[in-house]
């Protein structure tokens, strides 16, 4: 199990600098929010692709590199060090602009090692000057759709007290309440989950623990249940899939939900609540909400309810307990059009 406030994706390395950060968005306009949510996306999904191509050259000599443990093992060399050191200075508060600063995208074939160390070095960098993880929270909070004051699962409440689910919820005795949850990627430990009083234990997680009652802990390296006392009648995930980088990452997140849930039985609860930023299924070039709806059906998952505000998309689903054998989609464009975005979900 993981430790609390262990090595998480942005461990920080104060002994290699003291970089001041910028001050943590406190007051953000929900635009800017927007912008930085939209910021660290990027910097996250080029700092994984940096990772992946320098781990394979550690794989060959026997090492593993994590996102937990490479700043570690990176900060000996010297690419990474100047890098990282000359871009967090601490006396500097600019920052690449949004635009100037897709030039770290670009990782082509024939980087070498000693530019990858630097190219990683610039994006930690970045992130710690940006405020780090919390900044991105932070942000998360201020910059999602306003109606839902910070807290999607004002939603999931509101449709948990309607049918079906509201005779689940009453046949438990105000003694003898059985429901559990499992919320991923949780930045309040008293939102509406943890405060309806539906559910008797809920297991609150991220990957950077803002709470002494959330678990630092990232979902894809919870270990596996070893049995049903370790599943969860719902899992909570929103807006967490359009944190992970890859599409064929997204898809296996996706699949490991179902192995948290309980297996579906009469008169009891086995459910997922998600959230995805609307963008992600009505604008981009490789899925929409019938692509997605599909891949959850084959998963084993029934759509029961869902919802688009005017920047997120909410669904309920019953987990009826079977996958379907060979799922197989892959990244296919759909769509056309230089406005659309690049969000996909590869499931094999
Ligand atoms: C945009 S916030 C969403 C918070 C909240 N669930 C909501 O709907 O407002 C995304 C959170 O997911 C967390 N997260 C992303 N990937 C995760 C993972 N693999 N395991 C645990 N937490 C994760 C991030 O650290 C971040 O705090």
Known sequence: MAKRKSGGLLNRHRSITSAKKLS??????????????????????????????????????????????????????????????????????????????TDIIKIDSGITI????????????????????????????????????????????????????????HSQSKEEKKLSALEIGCLNPANFISTSGIFAN?????????????????????????????????????????FVPTPLERGEMLRRLTKFLLPPTPNSMSSLFFVLPLPCLENSRYIDTTIFESMMSDLGFKKVLSYQATKLIYYLFD???????????????????SKRNNFCIVLE
Request: glycine share 4%.
């Open 202 to 242: 809920v297991v609150k997680i991220d990957l950077n623990s803002q709470s002494q009652q959330i678990l630092q802990q990232n979902f894809m390296e919870r270990p596996l249940p070893a049995n049903d006392s370790e599943r969860f009648n719902l899992i909570s995930c929103s807006l967490v899939l359009n």
């Open 24 to 101: 943590a968005p406190k007051g953000i306009k929900p635009q800017q929010a927007r912008q930085l949510i939209r910021r660290f996306h990027i910097l996250q999904k080029n700092k994984h692709s940096i990772l992946k191509k320098i781990s394979k050259d550690y794989k060959k000599c026997d090492h593993e590199l994590t996102e937990s443990n490479y700043k570690e093992v990176l900060s000996s060399t010297k690419e990474w060090r100047k890098f990282y050191i000359a871009n967090a200075d601490p006396e500097s508060q600019t920052l690449p602009s949004s635009s100037s600063a």
């Open 319 to 337: 987990w009826e307990g079977k996958i379907k054998s060979n799922i197989k989609y892959s990244k296919k464009q759909c769509y056309e059009g």
């Open 114 to 169: 000693p530019q990858l160390f630097s190219q990683l070095g610039k994006i930690d960098a970045e992130i710690e000057k940006r405020g780090g993880l919390e900044a991105y929270q932070s942000a998360s909070i201020h910059g999602q759709d306003s109606n839902r004051g910070g807290d999607s699962s004002k939603k999931l409440i509101e449709w948990l007290n309607q049918s079906p689910y509201n005779a689940v919820i």
